[in-house]
């Protein structure tokens, strides 16, 4: 039974409740962030409180608490749920008025709901499917415009989950205007003639934290980066296609609707880079 965090307070799970009124349920007005464990230390807390930060003054949401409360909360759950390996999942919601409404309440009179727990994931670091790498679809993206926000309208990225599963892969990668997005939880990259390709930061897409550092360890490994748009066709035509998420760090990807990649097994840049990201990572967890 893991003990979790509600307002304030530190509760066994099956005690831990949130009024039917929040806004997060009814109207899916809240945000939220996954921060890994590795060897029972946080990976890139910074960079995911800044995008917490980011996504909550998007929404004009007042943060209601600070980095350093912040940080204590996450490290007292990964100490009394005894997470060596795992992740952090946090939500923020502009939290319970008396009663529904389209219109915001005033955050002086309703505060935020904020609710943290761990999620155990022993192994998470050694997932032995990183050695033989993905298969993933291509489907319509069809979500809101500002993908960019961390928020927990998540319903289509769970069905583009189940639209994999009902075709036998892995995953999907989602397409506008003839062009790749993302992945369903993850940001998309593909590697042609040793240049690593991902899509620009912009609205379209979610500036992912472990993007981030992962295209900053490429740099530093003198790989070369290209940040512009690439289709499906591109991608099943190039040398390697792997993903980048808080919980799957580096992953490739060996197959996309139903065209192998290269020799349809993982490349050489998807492995260095994923060593790399939990070697250097794993230096700076706090």
Partial sequence: MRTVYVNGDYLSEDEAKVSIFDRGFLMADGVYEVTSVLDGKLIDFDGHAVRLQRSLDELDMKNPISKEDLLEVHRELVRVNEINEGMIYLQITRGAPSDRDFAFPDPETVP?????????????????????????????DIRWGRRDIKTVQLLYPSMGKMMAKAAGVDDAWMVKEGYVTEGTSNNAYIVKGGKIITRPKTND??????????????????????????????????????????????????????????????????????????????????
């Fill in 205 to 286: 897409i979610l500036h992912g934290i472990t993007r981030a550092a992962v295209l900053r360890f490429a740099e530093e490994a003198q790989m070369t980066v290209e940040e512009r748009n690439f289709t499906i066709e591109e991608a099943q035509d190039a040398d390697e296609a792997f993903i980048t998420s808080a919980s799957a760090f580096v992953m490739p990807v060996v197959e996309i609707d139903g065209a192998q990649i290269g020799d349809g097994k993982p490349g050489s840049v998807a492995p260095r880079l994923r060593e790399i990201y939990l070697e250097e990572s794993r230096k700076v967890a706090i």
């Fill in 112 to 140: 935020c709901t904020v609710v943290l727990f761990t999620q155990n994931k022993p192994g998470l670091a050694a997932n032995p499917v990183a050695q033989k790498g993905i298969k993933v679809i291509s489907i319509e």
